[in-house]
């Protein structure tokens, strides 16, 4: 009885100290510091928000964050921007984000065609997962993925750059000029050929390029997320006290900023202004406004800065708690935008240093003044622009909850009521669940089961799921009509039972959580400070310098903006350890700007054969993670927890380097040598598909069995029922 009592008391001191580790944690998380932006929709696309189960149409210039969904249908095309990379989708292609922060960008893809354009390396890693591989880039250049999901096949094209693919025991690099296929979930049938001359889809990707590099501007900082837009859509002028400003053309004399667009809910960052006007990202989630000259003027942060994304740099008047009544009768909410100097405080938990990065990274403000609203956020600030002519706009509360469009809306209220009224930090309104989906009906236009339910290979475990609004809602009653935190959506997401999360598939030994839940093979690690420390210049590449632009009105050459590679010496194989291998060396594209080189590969000789992959060392630590009813059932990850920095004046420079090289497609490749795989998850979303074996292709030699591996499984996929919201 005694050694029972001990033993008890054991294990409760070590769950306890668990439980305390994982509240602290997660109490001091940060969210991520980059979004990413829906920038342009050609068709019908559809949109699931994050940790929803009804799909409705995507909107221009909505915020994308982790788990949010893409699908487009027949003869449709999207393009998202991130900081420092454009991915452009295809028709009947599905896509989800799994991971968004200062470390990794990572995508799942089930089914269609992705070209994902990395201009300059600014997360760690860029990963997109397919139901056949994984693969990682850590480096500028051109990556294009094709899945079919009814030949189960995923062949990833690099005309430039380099990067691993990943299956479940083994690993394979693929270079500049090589496009390789896969079927399984082992690299199985791998086979690399010469990339093939550029298709319609890849003219659209390299005339996005061009269009949108034609504008670009060297007064704002180029991770500033649609900066590329200014340059079309207005002009830049020098101001005598804040430098150079951008006015914004083709508006009407009254207008001001934030009165064209909606109010959407996001479950981390709370009400998020969705511009509708084509330039409208930049200017509403970085930098601030001021009225110059009877005009308003967007003045951006500092240009060496990697500003931070905000949801809306506004302050608000009135809401749920009736200090405003409109005209009329009946409650309403206002919004002005934020000066220069002017802080913004967020609704959401920032540590101090995010704060300030926050603030610094937007606009000129004193750290000693930042430190200050940090600690008293409740002090009353005069501001600048509630005074300027239509700088307020005023709508009804029901008009703002249920994300209905603004138009100007800003004659509701007297300027004397305005002036004399509260100014709030936050939007003191009450989400409704058509909140989360921007006032939109639910669409039929969804992706078939059998493209939902595949089963995808993941070299990175994903971000834990997101919790339906359904699910929350009780918690913004108490969070003050504030997002969840952290804690919170822990607390949502620990509900399920770890018996739920992972199974063994055939449990021929007892395992404990330990054995489940192998720690990753550390790889730069960082925290909070190594996020906005300066950065040492690395071969930072500018993708401008890679293509050609196309030529318009000239489709029928579009074969000959890739230069072979001269044939010469065979390529060498990959060592048995994970190396970058030098690029080749290649022609430039026709006319293009020539790029500083860096040390050249060795030129490839064609050939007609391509050698089998040679035998792969084992993997370990391999997760299914399966789909089910309602959504993804996945275990939390744990957030670090943000470190104590100095605050100051300091600007912390983004990260610079070389330019990429030009590399063309060369002749066909022999398979590298390959590493073997670690720490691989698969996501599966139901029932998995069978795995279609095409014909006339080289079979993988024999690899030895991964080891731990497990599955996670919630039941058959709910169908989509789409209901009016």
Known sequence: MEKRSTKSTTMLAILLGCFIYCVSTFIFADPPSQVARLSYINGTVSFLPA??????????????????????????????QLPGADIRIGNNSDLKILN????????????????????????????????????????????????????????????VGEGMAYGESTSNVINAGQSCRATGTDLDNYQCNETSAPDDFDAWSLERDKNLNAHATQYVSPDTIGYEDLGSYGTWMEDDQYGQVWLPNNIEPDWAPYQNGQWVWLSEWGWTWVDSQPWGFAP??????????????????????????????????????????????????????????????????VSKQYFTALNISNTEVNVAYINNIYTHKNMKINYKNVQMANAVTVVPIADFTNSMMVNNKSTLVSKQVLLSAPKNYTASVVPKPVSVFGGKKFTGTIPPEKITSKLVVMKTKPSAPTPSFKEGQQLLLKNGNNPWSPLQIHKINTKKSIND??????????????????????KNTKNINDIFQPVAPKNTKNINDIFQPVEPKNTKNINNMYQKVEPNNPIQQTPPIIKQTPPVVVHPLPGAPQVPSVSPKPKVVPSTNV???????????????????????????????????????NIYHQQQGSPQPNVQPGAIQTTPTTQPGSNIYHQQQGNP?????????????????????????????????????
């Open 51 to 80: 940790g929803e189960t009804q799909w409705v149409d995507a909107t221009l210039n909505r915020p994308l964050v982790i788990n949010d969904q893409i699908w487009s249908d027949p003869s449709s095309r999207v393009e998202m």
């Open 284 to 349: 509403f989630h970085y930098g601030r406004w001021a009225f110059i000259k009877s005009h308003w003027c967007w003045i951006p942060g500092p240009v060496d800065v990697r500003p931070i994304y905000a949801p809306a740099l506004t302050v608000f008047i009135g809401g749920d708690n009736s200090q405003l009544i409109i005209n009329g009768g009946g409650y309403g909410i206002a919004w002005f935008p934020l000066a220069p100097g002017e802080i913004y405080i967020p609704p959401y938990y």
């Open 501 to 522: 999360v992972f199974q063994p598939v055939a449990p021929k030994t007892k395992k404990n959580i330990n054995d489940i839940f192998q720690p990753v093979a550390p």
């Open 611 to 649: 050698t089998p992959t040679p035998a792969t060392q084992p993997g370990s630590n391999i997760y299914h993670h399966q789909q089910g009813n309602p959504k993804p059932n996945v275990q939390p990850e744990v957030i670090q927890t943000a470190p104590t920095t100095q605050p100051g004046s």
């Open 100 to 159: 968004l922060d200062n470390d990794i960008a990572q995508f799942q893809m089930t089914q269609g065609s992705l070209v994902l354009i990395i201009k300059r390396v600014n997360s760690d890693v860029y990963e997109v997962d397919t139901p056949n591989l994984a693969f990682t880039i850590s480096e500028p250049g051109y990556y294009r993925f094709d899945v079919s999901a009814e030949n189960n096949t995923t062949v990833v094209s690099v005309r």
């Open 689 to 725: 598909q069978p795995n279609v074996q095409p014909g006339a292709i080289q079979t993988t030699p024999t690899t030895q069995p991964g080891s731990n591996i497990y599955h996670q499984q919630q039941g058959n996929p709910k169908p989509n029922v789409q209901p009016n919201p």
